[in-house]
């Protein structure tokens, strides 16, 4: 399979749904939501923020928690991903950290992500971002 083509409007959608998935957020020790929102092949949409814990190494990436969103809601064995995109309370330049790039492979990989980079928002492939993805 390989890379589709997002549509502006399948862009716009996934950014503004990760951009309200922000609001979610907990994030009391960082300071720094985060919403991700995802888009399946059958075409659902699906969400997730960051879940902070006061052992910090404890808490979840709002794009882990939007693709165990996706598991659990798809109904399905497996979900294959599409498209990705990641939005931050604090405007700022935010592209998945590795483990997430790696939980992104690991459902597609052919996936675009969608992010802030240093111009504003960019669309990558995750095996630009992960060229080495684990699989076994
Ligand atoms: N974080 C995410 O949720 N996704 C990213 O792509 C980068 C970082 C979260 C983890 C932590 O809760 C906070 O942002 C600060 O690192």
New binding site residues.
């Given amino acids: 399979m390989t890379t589709s083509e997002l549509t502006k409007s399948e862009q716009d959608q996934l950014i503004k749904k990760a951009t309200q998935a922000i609001n979610s957020s907990y994030?009391p020790y960082?300071g720094?939501k985060?919403g991700a929102a995802l888009l399946t092949f059958p075409g659902e949409i699906f969400t997730g923020c960051?879940v902070?814990n006061a052992s910090y190494g404890l808490?979840m990436?709002?794009?882990r928690n939007a693709i165990a969103n996706a598991i659990i809601g798809s109904g399905q064995d497996t979900i294959t991903i599409k498209a990705i995109a990641?939005a931050n309370s604090h405007n700022v330049a935010?592209?998945?950290?590795g483990a997430?790039r790696q939980v992104i492979w690991e459902f597609g990989q052919n996936a675009q992500v969608i992010f802030q980079g240093n111009q504003g928002w960019q669309t990558s492939t995750i095996k630009d971002l992960l060229p080495e993805g684990f699989s076994l």
């Fill in positions: 994030a960082s720094f985060v960051n902070e808490s990436c709002a794009e990641v935010c592209s998945p950290c997430c």
